[in-house]
């Protein structure tokens, strides 16, 4: 992904990430992390959304499912 600048080797295995393909392009990303202080608590760490792919409900569904 070109956009991806960096990725911090400790947070990628403390958190989840759900992709939306488009045209067999990669869309948008939501990343949770299950709060370490509060199990029962998810945190939504990023969304983020193509510009390509903006205002097409993409980050809507990533949230909402």
Do not use: M
């Not at 989840?16 to 939501?30: D, P, Q």
């Not at 998810?42 to 949230?63: C, E, M, N, S």
């Amino acid at each position: 992904f070109q956009r991806l600048k960096y990725l911090c080797p400790n947070e990628i295995f403390r958190e989840t990430h759900y992709f939306v393909e488009e045209r067999g392009t990669l869309a948008g990303v939501l990343s949770v992390e299950i709060n370490p202080y509060d199990p029962s608590v998810l945190w939504v760490k990023h969304v983020v959304v193509d510009p390509a792919f903006r205002r097409q409900g993409i980050a809507t569904r990533l949230v909402q499912e």
